[in-house]
Nanobody, 126 residues
Framework: QVQLVESGGGLVQAGGSLRLSCAAS????????MGWFRQAPGKEREFVAA????????YYADSVKGRFTASRDIAKNTVYLQMNSLKPEDTAVYYC???????????????????WGQGTQVTVSS
């Protein structure tokens, strides 16, 4: 059974930084695109960032561009989201997701992703 496990969330003051990790439980990790999404209470799940597994191409939501950086370590079957200059409005549960489609598209639509992690809470205090 394929599982994605997020870690690295926590409580941080505005202006601080966190690095989230998403590790696959399987020995192999062959998805084409990894995505990061977030969901605040009462809000719809929101796209944050995406990265292609092999090529390392990235795409970011305008709200995080210049502050967040997605990366991956193929050998460790792990993707990361480095979050800098955090704002209270970044507070949410953050999810990683995997898209197996070989479309060449870094999808921003959550419905396009096949596997999801359990989420990790990020809270930014003012």
């Amino acid at each position: 059974q394929v599982q994605l496990v997020e870690s690295g969330g926590g409580l941080v003051q505005a202006g601080g930084s966190l690095r989230l990790s998403c590790a696959a439980s399987t020995r192999t990790f062959r998805w084409y695109t990894m995505g990061w999404f977030r969901q605040a209470p009462g809000k719809e799940r929101e796209f944050v960032a995406a990265i292609s597994w092999l090529g390392g191409r990235t795409y970011y939501a305008d709200s995080v561009k210049g502050r967040f950086t997605a990366s991956r370590d193929i050998a460790k079957n792990t993707v990361y989201l480095q979050m800098n200059s955090l704002k209270p409005e970044d507070t949410a549960v953050y999810y990683c997701a995997a898209d197996r489609k070989d479309s060449g598209i870094l999808n921003t639509n959550a419905d396009e992703y096949d596997y999801w992690g359990q989420g990790t809470q990020v809270t930014v205090s003012s």
